[in-house]
């Protein structure tokens, strides 16, 4: 009978060891470093820009930017790799655009530590951080 107990406590050992490693493994590897996103409104003749933006958790509010000018804001990416920040943005020529400025799966390697658009009478580029030019990411008439 004694050798029934040592069995069933080996199992439970072996059973906790092999949930945690799965707990471990399934993981995304992602840094833990804050990301930094900023909008920066290059409209020129004076022309102000409004910005929305916000994630599932958090509502950063509209934001007027003056021409010249720049809203940004720091977040950390969560663990599941699933992080995604948007904004609606109007100015005179444009009313209620939509596009992501944070998509962790687009922007992980693009953006690393530092996410940067962009917004221009043309549209929207996106300082793309690996290669260190700016690309053209969005045009008015179409929206994400």
């Known amino acids: 009978m004694n050798g029934g107990v040592s069995v069933s406590v080996s ?7 092999m949930i945690l ?8 590897v992602v840094g833990t470093e804050e ?9 020129g003749s004076g022309r102000n820009m409004k910005v929305h933006c916000q994630s599932k958790d958090n509502d950063l509010g509209e934001q007027v930017v003056a021409d010249g000018g720049e809203f940004g804001w720091d977040f950390s990416v969560n663990a599941w790799g699933t992080t995604l ?3 609606d943005t109007e100015w005179e020529q444009v009313q209620n655009y939509h596009f992501d400025a944070y998509s962790f799966e687009r922007d992980f390697v693009r953006c690393q530590s530092q996410c940067s658009w962009l917004i221009s009478q043309e549209g929207i580029y996106a300082l793309n951080n690996v290669t260190g ?12």
């Open 133 to 144: 030019f700016w690309e053209f990411f969005y045009t008015w008439s179409e929206s994400d």
């Open 35 to 43: 990301v930094h996103a900023s909008l920066n409104n290059r409209l």
């Open 21 to 28: 490693m799965v707990v471990r493994l399934s993981e995304p």
């Open 85 to 87: 920040f948007y904004c």
């Open 11 to 17: 199992v439970s050992v072996s059973m906790v060891v």
